[in-house]
């Protein structure tokens, strides 16, 4: 056994600075030394350190050169290395000269050129105990050159040993006879330095064994990064990183820089864990945050349900533009159309709704299903809609409202505007044309500076385009009679407003009109006028307010002319016979009445009670007619002959009249037991009550078409010498078109049939307190009482069916008006319609206006509807009368009922105890705002109990009526 010297130096150590490999050790080797030759087989000389100089420097070697003896076994020794746990496998890199044996002189074949490496593991440093038989080969050492005499050749080889499991090992050089110097030994094995790869940390990982080429290597993502499966990579044997799998990802709100996650910059975001950058904010979005996962949206704008989170934010749309209604009189339909919004908001699914409602002052109530919208009313995609079955005489606003995604999320308070209005009016007109009257208005008003001028152009309709004629006015004036124009003939009217310096200012709006043919029997029911006011509100910008009137050129009265008739305007058309000329009151019947077969006339249902009988609903199916509704009415059984000729005589009265103000006579019964009298059924029955049932819902504008429709009957009548005698709110009806028609005609109707009708001291049976002085005095009844009877119904129709004169007894009217006293102007009644009233209420009847002067009157205000603004003075005290400053006996109200009830509001009762109003002081603090919040809502009872709690503020409880 070779015991081994403790000869320990230093042979060589530097660091090794090659990639992929590792320098472990900085060992010391022993060398065997004399002590130790028994212990080997060598049998010459030992391993000595011995300096040298090399290329210039010195260093130390080991060296033995024992060429010339036999059987050399000369062993070299490292210390203990210990070895890295997981390096199995280690490289020993070797640096030696080998001397050519040629070089020696007389070399001798036992000459050796190579030397043996080997190892020998073990769990502990062993010191110098030396076994040779411990060792296992390594390998064979051969150098690739040989040093000879003159040069030098530094060898290096490296040799891999495998398999090392225990805690360090040895190596061992064994030289056979060579003349070696060893410069320098490197053991060291492989690793895969520890890297991060794709934002997976790895850790320094040593490389495999020969059995175990590839070590399979878990990492970490860097802070802030994710994967899904856990990332792996591969150690490769030679120490090189190699197939990578699971990927990690920075986390949302982080974005990859240098294999870091950074947060997202304030102004970006990220909302996924990705390879991506952080992006930045999106369209109206923004975030102030770092590591921002999104952007939120800026003020006033939104994201809707269905916007991806990551996508822009929007802002609801502006309103919808030029807004325009044009009628289709023809078939009866109106057509709204506009521009979409300026501002869509950034979104593209604009849909629109269309509202209607049916406005008077504050209160709004919507129009109802009966309207009907083509192709819908909401969701509408296309900027247009077509809306029939509207009613004549009702104000009508059309709210046009564009959506977005986001028009929900903007709340009430920060919606923009997005709704436009457009309000119109329809009425049919009771004359028929040859010529064109045309009227418009600008709504909005042009500015106050502007000096506004129309273009009218105009041509026929159908005219072929090319040979189209048109005609160019150029006015100042917001109306235009146009004349000569064909007859049947539809035109194209074009009015265009132009600024002061006739440059086109504002929209411009065109609507066909036909005229009649010649000689066509007026219809008003057909000509189809349309009065359209119409107002933006935000951006909107209306055109026109059109008032488009057909009429005779022969019967114009144009805007100019006086009020007041002259004789030659009064001609009439034909005079109404009274019946009583007949000796036989059947041969008038059948001379004014066509005989109905009563197997004709289906009774339907009890619509009121006359003098003489029941009247029904019914239906009436004449041979080759269409079925007509109409009202029947009948003569109650065990009649005189007296009261049949009686009942008749109305029918012999209405016969003759054709207009379309007067109730219409379908034709009578009189061959049969039962007589029946049938006229055109009227749906909305008498007017008193329906003004009553619709008190405040319908506006000045509409009353006042009611009260035209109602003048034009009567100048229809008094142009026949009719008079009435008897004309009230009560006998007045109302179709479904809210047109109103005079009715109850007879010769004993206002001595039998009339419950107003009172004897008076000259005999009569009068209703006092719609009859003119003279009447009344003296039984003078003319046209000009008539007038009189009628400034009461308009006083009635401005009031809402109030009672004239309210609870006065007939005698304190009568002594009121004798001391020339007259009815205060009802609440928010024009002025220019009171003063009308008052007109007609003239003592001196001569100086009354004539019907024909009041119809012209009225149209014209209709044709202006701003000269209908002015309201005319209204004393609650006066016109609520005293119930609403006092109880009946002139105390304060001891309730707030009884309040009510004073005032015909008792329907609120509850409103008012629910809001917890239950005593007069507090009602005395209410305001109009409070008074709608409990649930007032119709303007009309709004308005009556404000003013009544004015009235009772002022404590004045005076009763007067107005003196002329
Ligand atoms: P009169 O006997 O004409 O006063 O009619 C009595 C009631 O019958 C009237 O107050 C109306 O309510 C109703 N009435 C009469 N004529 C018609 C009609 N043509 N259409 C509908 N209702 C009518």
Not at 501 to 520: A, I, K, P, V, Y
Not at 806 to 826: T, Y
């Amino acid at each position: 056994m070779c015991r081994f010297c403790c000869c320990t130096s230093s042979l060589y150590a530097q660091p090794h600075n090659r990639p992929a490999k590792h320098i472990f050790f900085i060992f010391l080797i022993n060398r065997t030394g004399a002590t130790c030759r028994e212990q080997t087989t060598a049998s010459v000389g030992p391993w000595e350190v011995v300096q040298r100089t090399l290329n210039g420097s010195q260093f130390y070697t080991y060296s033995i050169c024992n060429v010339e003896e036999r059987e050399q076994d000369n062993w070299l020794r490292t210390t203990f290395i210990q070895r890295h746990p997981l390096a199995s496998r280690v490289f020993v890199e070797l640096k030696f000269i080998v001397r050519d044996c040629n070089s020696f002189d007389g070399a001798s074949l036992i000459c050796k050129e190579t030397f043996n490496l080997y190892t020998s593991e073990s769990d502990a440093d062993v010191g110098t105990t030396f076994r040779k038989s411990q060792f296992k080969k390594v390998a064979t050492i051969a150098p690739d050159e040989i040093t000879g005499k003159n040069e030098m050749h530094i060898n290096t080889e490296t040799r891999v040993v495998d398999g090392l499991s225990r805690k360090g090992f040895y190596l061992a050089f064994q030289d056979i006879g060579a003349c070696i110097a060893l410069l320098s030994v490197r053991v060291f094995y492989k690793t895969c330095p520890g890297t991060v790869q794709n934002l997976a940390t790895f850790p320094e990982t040593v490389a495999g064994a020969e059995n175990q080429p590839l070590t399979e290597v878990s990492g970490v993502c860097v802070d802030n990064a994710a994967s899904e499966e856990l990332p792996r990579i591969y150690c490769t044997e030679e120490g090189k990183w190699a197939v990578q799998v699971g990927q990690c990802q920075c986390k949302p709100g982080y974005e990859e820089v240098k294999d870091t996650c950074q947060e997202c910059r304030p102004g970006s975001f990220k909302a996924e864990a990705s390879s991506d950058a952080c992006e930045p904010c999106p369209a109206n979005t923004d975030t102030l945050e770092h590591g921002a996962v999104l952007c939120a949206c800026k003020d006033g704008f939104f994201r809707a349900p269905t916007d991806p989170s990551t996508g822009p934010c929007s802002g609801p749309p502006s309103a919808p533009r030029d807004l325009s209604a044009v009628p289709q009189p023809s078939v009866g339909r109106l057509i709204l159309s506009w521009t979409p919004p300026e501002d869509t908001g950034g979104r593209n699914d604009i849909t629109y709704s269309v509202e209607c409602q049916r406005c008077d002052g504050v209160v709004c109530h919507p129009c109802g299903e009966r309207v009907r919208y083509e192709p819908a009313s909401m969701k509408l995609t296309e900027a247009r809609v077509s809306v029939s079955e509207l009613e004549a005489h009702l104000n009508y606003t059309f709210i046009v409202e564009a959506h977005s995604g986001v028009s929900q999320l903007a709340g009430e308070a920060q919606r923009p505007p997005s709704r436009s209005n457009v309000t119109i009016f329809l009425h049919y007109t009771g004359e028929t044309s040859t010529s064109l009257a045309l009227s418009w208005d600008v709504s909005p008003r042009p500015r106050p500076q502007l000096n506004i001028r129309y273009k009218l152009t105009y041509h026929k309709k159908d005219d072929n385009l090319d040979k189209t004629t048109y005609t160019v006015l150029t006015l100042d004036k917001n109306s235009a009679q146009i004349k000569d124009l064909a007859p049947g003939t539809a035109y194209l009217f074009r009015v265009q407003a132009l600024g002061s310096d006739d440059n086109s200012e504002g929209s411009r709006m065109e609507e066909h009109f036909e005229t009649l043919t010649e000689g066509t029997e007026q219809n008003p029911c057909t000509s189809f006028t349309s009065f359209m006011q119409m107002y933006g509100c935000f951006y909107l910008f209306i055109p026109f307010f059109f008032v488009f009137r057909k009429r005779n050129s022969h019967t114009r009265q144009g805007p100019e002319d006086t009020y007041f008739s002259t004789p030659e305007q009064l001609k009439p058309l034909k005079t109404y016979v009274d019946p009583h000329t007949y000796e036989d009151p059947n041969v008038a019947v059948l001379k004014f009445a066509t005989e109905i077969h009563p197997s004709h006339i289906t009774k339907q249902k009890v619509i009121g009670a006359g003098e003489f009988g029941e009247v029904y609903r019914g239906i009436l199916k004449a041979p080759g007619r269409k079925e007509v509704a109409v009202a029947i009415k009948t003569l109650k059984p065990g009649y005189t002959e007296k009261q049949r000729q009686d009942f008749l005589s109305e029918a012999s009265i209405m016969g003759q009249f054709s207009h379309q103000n007067i109730i219409r006579l379908e034709g009578v019964v009189t061959k049969f037991k039962h007589a029946m009298i049938v006229t055109e059924y009227m749906e909305n029955g008498a007017l008193d009550r329906y003004l009553r049932d619709h008190d405040g819902e319908i506006s000045s504008f509409q009353l006042v078409g009611m009260l035209r429709g109602i003048a034009a009957g009567m100048k229809y009548l008094s142009d026949m010498s009719y008079v009435h005698r008897d004309l009230a709110a009560r006998n007045i009806l109302v179709n479904n078109n809210m047109e109103c028609k005079v009715s109850d005609f007879g010769l004993s109707r206002v001595l039998e049939d009339d419950p107003e009708g009172t004897y008076t001291t000259s005999g009569g049976k009068i209703p006092i307190r719609w009859t003119a002085p003279e009447a009344i005095a003296y039984r003078k009844f003319t046209s000009a009482s008539d007038v009189w009877s009628f400034g009461i119904v308009m006083w009635e129709v401005m009031a809402f069916g109030e009672r004239p004169y309210w609870d006065m007894s007939n005698h304190e009217v009568m002594k009121a008006i004798n001391e020339a006293f007259r009815l205060p102007a009802p609440m928010d009644c024009p002025s220019a319609v009171y003063q009308l009233m008052l007109q007609c209420w003239l003592q001196d009847r001569a100086k009354r206006p004539r019907f024909g002067d009041i119809v012209s009157l009225l149209d014209k205000l209709l044709r202006s509807p701003e000269s209908l603004k002015t309201i005319a003075d209204f004393d609650p005290r006066v016109s609520i009368r005293l119930p609403s400053t006092s109880g009946s006996d002139g105390s304060p109200f001891r309730s707030v009922s009884e309040w009510l009830e004073s005032i015909k509001m008792s329907q609120y009762s509850e409103n008012f105890t629910c809001a917890g109003i239950v005593t007069m002081e507090q009602v005395l603090q209410m305001k109009t705002e409070d008074i709608k919040n409990i649930g007032v809502r119709l303007p009309g009872h709004l308005k009556r109990i404000a003013y009544s709690i004015l009235g009772l503020k002022d404590q004045t409880s005076t009763l007067s009526v107005f003196a002329v």
